[in-house]
C-alpha cells in the first residue's frame, strides 16, 4: 500500500500532503481527550507493532505493495486518534529511514493509511458493535469486521487518488483488479490478526482497550477493578 514517489502528478500529491497535515493537525487536539495513563504505553506499543508488520511486503502489481496495515487494531486500542499520530508516525519513520514509501508520497500514504484505513475501520467497528450483544466477544467480532472493512476501503482511496492523477502508464482498470483483489485477501489476514490482539488483550485487561470502554464498563470491569483493590490492600 506504500505509494513511491512520481507514482501520483504533484498537484495530486500536494493535495494529500494538505488533507495529511489537517488531519494530523486535528489528530493532536482530538488525541488529548484520549491520553491517559492507560492509552499512552498502548499507543507505543500499537505504533511498534504497526510498524513491525507494516515492514513485511510483497508486490500486488502496478508499481505498489501490499501488506498490513493495522489502522483499526490501532484504532480500538488506543482510539482513533491516537492511532492517526501512531501511523503517521510510523510511515514518517519508514520513509525517511527505510525507503519505504516515497518522501514526496508522504502525504498520500498518510492519508490511505493513517485517515482512510483507521478511520475507515474505526466507523464500522463501532456500527458492528453496536449491533452486537455487549460482550468482550462483541468486542473482538467487531473489530474483525472493522480491519476486514479498512483495507479495501483503503485500497478503494488509492484507486481513486490514481484515476485523478496517477503517473504510471496503467490502465485503471488493472491497478483496480490488482489492488482489490489482493486487498480483499489481505483484509482476511488483517481481520484474523486483530481479532487475535483484540481478543487477547481485551480477555486480561478490557480497560486497555478504547474501543471496549462503554461496552465492558459493568460488571467485568468493576470486577477487576475489585480484585486489583483487594490484592493492594493484602500486599
Known amino acids: 500500500m506504500h505509494v513511491p514517489d512520481g507514482f501520483l502528478d504533484v498537484p495530486t500529491s500536494v493535495a494529500t500532503a494538505v488533507a495529511a497535515a489537517a488531519g494530523v493537525a486535528a489528530a493532536l487536539r482530538g488525541a488529548r481527550r484520549e491520553l491517559d495513563e492507560r492509552t499512552t504505553p498502548i499507543a507505543g506499543l500499537v505504533a511498534v507493532f504497526v510498524f513491525a508488520g507494516q515492514m513485511i511486503t510483497f508486490p500486488v502489481g502496478a508499481g505498489t505493495s501490499g501488506h498490513l496495515l493495522g489502522g483499526t487494531l490501532a484504532a480500538v486500542l488506543a482510539g482513533p486518534w491516537l492511532a492517526t499520530l501512531a501511523l503517521a508516525v510510523v510511515l514518517i519513520v519508514q520513509a525517511f529511514l527505510f525507503a519505504d514509501g516515497g518522501i514526496t ?129 493484602t500486599t
Open 105 to 233: 508520497a508522504l502525504g498520500t500514504n498518510v492519508v490511505l493509511m493513517g485517515l482512510v484505513a483507521v478511520w475507515a475501520g474505526w466507523i464500522t467497528f463501532r456500527a458492528a458493535r453496536s449491533i452486537l450483544r455487549r460482550s468482550s466477544r462483541a468486542v473482538t467480532v467487531a473489530a474483525a469486521v472493522g480491519a476486514f472493512v479498512s483495507v479495501p476501503a483503503t485500497a478503494a482511496a488509492f484507486i481513486a487518488l490514481f484515476a485523478v492523477g496517477g503517473q504510471a502508464q496503467i490502465p485503471i482498470g488493472t491497478v483496480l483488479t490488482a489492488m482489490l483483489s489482493w486487498h480483499a485477501v489481505i483484509g482476511v489476514g488483517e481481520a484474523l490478526i486483530t481479532a487475535l490482539v483484540v481478543g487477547s488483550v481485551v480477555a486480561v485487561r478490557p480497560d486497555l482497550v478504547a474501543g471496549a470502554r462503554g461496552v465492558l464498563a459493568g460488571p467485568t470491569l468493576e470486577l477487576r477493578e475489585g480484585v486489583s483493590a483487594g490484592e493492594g490492600a
